[in-house]
């Protein structure tokens, strides 16, 4: 299906401009009249990147009606939970949240709660959430995020608990107004939901199918972007290999890639997330010709033994793969290839567990995200038998852990006494005296330098290395 027809533009169709938001602007502005200051929202972000930017879009649709931001939840007048349900631990984390605010409402009767996000996505959790935690006042989804200010105008105008998931995911919204959390590099979609339903995995359920935006949406964003002095961008999908199978006129991924490294003023571009089955040797070129596409691609391998891989529905070999990483490699030299891993799918044998292991030693992975098997509800792997105990599982993944620690270590050790250039993001949580960036290839590097410096594009010489990061110093010359 065409996307084309199902573009809402947020600002001239929906209800930005409505009369109950109108009204709540000016409310808002009375209240800021009367207090010296605006109503504050304090929004609490689980999950991916996708959840982050969504955060970045409620923040913005709260700031045009005339809210301002807080890093205080205890002093908020909104408090909004944007959820994830990837794992069970995130859901438990989400529900422990929960529980502190109640208390935190309790003493502040006129705050309003608000949960959305993945989670929300699941009448049953929304039916626990509006029974366990009935002090939330709005509930609303990943496609409904628009229909925010007319939600809070129901709670203080009509004082009314207000729920809306209506199923609109196969419309995109356009130009919903945000409030990116940096302005030196920006997280933008190019597609929403996943046509893949891999066997363990919820996002297909919750986000709904996938959905390219026009290209032409996409660079217009980017160019605003670099006019605004973004330097790095990170193109976000589930799969963006797939990007532009389903628009009118098919585009491809690698095609979107050199019309925005044409873009003035961004230096870098980024993507997460790349699916081993639609990596093109189109897009392999694509990343070897274009200079501010960054030399790391993340590309998960879930599993090496191919009998798991064909239960997890991945659509691609052991063989396959280790292929693609070759590819890579020899197109592009210094390429960092990161991953992700899940250990203990159900029916995973010690010779399955082996075969992951041999995967992370052929592939040389710079890092990985490394996961337990969580079993979710709804999803094709729940219902297999030979679920892995919780022992084999954890001994599973420390022993991945030992073979894959020192892989990664020796990987940043090679970095030592050489120059990269480093985006500076800000200061080191480890110590006040460093900063904090990454160079192209994602590796972490903490250096000793001003705090004016975040932002910017510093050279930087690795002094030493550890798994998680390395060190340097800021050099003039390359
Ligand atoms: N669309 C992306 C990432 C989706 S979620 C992709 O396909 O790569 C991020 C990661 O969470 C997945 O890559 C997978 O490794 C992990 N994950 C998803 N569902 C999981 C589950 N039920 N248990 C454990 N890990 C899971
Ligand atoms: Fe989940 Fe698979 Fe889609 Fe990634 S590709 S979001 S793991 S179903
Ligand atoms: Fe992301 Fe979690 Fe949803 S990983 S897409 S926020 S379920």
């Known amino acids: 299906m065409s996307n084309k027809k199902d573009i809402i533009n947020i600002n001239k169709d929906t209800n930005l401009t409505s009369e109950k938001v109108i009204k709540l602007k000016n409310n808002n502005e009375q209240y800021f009249i009367l207090n010296g200051k605006r109503k504050t929202y304090h929004i609490l972000t689980y999950g991916c990147q996708m959840n982050e930017h969504d955060s970045e879009k409620i923040a913005g649709m709260l700031s045009s009606i005339g809210y301002d931001e807080t890093s205080d939840e205890h002093n908020a007048d909104l408090v909004i939970f944007n959820t994830c349900l990837i794992r069970e631990n995130a859901e438990l984390k989400v529900f422990g949240k929960l529980g502190e605010v109640k208390g935190l409402k309790r003493n502040k009767p006129d705050m309003i709660v608000a949960v959305c996000g993945c989670m929300m996505q699941k009448e049953e959790i ?9 002090f939330v006042d709005i509930i609303f989804g990943t496609n409904t995020i628009h229909e925010l200010p007319n939600l809070i105008y129901n709670v203080e105008v009509n004082k009314k608990k207000s729920v809306d998931i209506i199923d609109n995911s196969d419309l995109i919204f356009e130009d919903m107004p945000k409030s990116r959390k940096f302005n030196y590099k920006a997280l933008v979609n190019i597609t929403y939901g996943c046509n893949n339903f891999c066997t363990y995995c919820v996002v297909p359920y919750v986000r709904g199918r996938e959905k390219s935006r026009e290209p032409i949406e996409i660079i217009n964003e ?5 006019q605004e002095g973004c330097k790095e961008i990170t193109l976000l999908g589930q799969n963006v290999n797939s990007y532009g199978n389903n628009l009118e006129n ?34 392999v070129m694509a990343i070897k010709d274009c200079d501010k596409v ?8 879930q599993a090496g033994s191919n009998d798991v891989l064909k239960r997890m529905n991945r659509k691609y070999t052991k063989e396959h793969y280790l ?20 250990v203990g799918f159900p029916g995973e044998t010690e010779e399955d567990f082996q075969e992951t292991l041999d995967v992370v030693k052929k592939a040389e992975y710079d890092s990985a995200f490394t996961f337990l098997y969580s079993m979710r509800e709804g999803t094709k792997a729940a219902l297999m038998e030979d679920q892995i105990p919780d022992d084999i599982k954890h001994n599973r993944f420390d022993r991945l852990l030992e073979v894959l620690y020192p892989i990664v270590l020796a990987k940043n050790e090679g970095c030592i006494g050489k120059v990269y250039p480093v985006l500076v993001e800000s200061i080191s949580k480890t110590s006040d005296n460093f900063l904090t960036g990454r160079t192209e290839h994602f590796r972490l590097v903490h250096f000793k330098g001003s705090e004016d410096l975040i932002g910017q594009m510093v050279n930087i010489k690795i002094t030493s290395a550890k798994t998680f990061h390395m060190e340097g110093d800021i050099v003039k010359d390359k």
């Open 126 to 134: 929304r039916d626990k959430v509006l029974k366990s935690f009935s």
């Open 222 to 226: 980017v160019n605003a972007l670099a």
């Open 250 to 283: 098919k585009f491809t991924f690698a095609k979107l890639l050199y019309e925005l490294n044409k873009i003035t003023g961004i230096e870098r571009i980024r993507f997460m997330t790349s699916h081993p089955k639609d990596l093109t040797d189109d897009l």
């Open 294 to 301: 960054c030399n790391h691609v993340h590309l998960p391998i």
């Open 323 to 342: 292929e693609l990483v070759k590819k890579l490699k020899s197109a592009v030299p210094d390429i960092a290839i990161t991953t992700d891993i899940i």
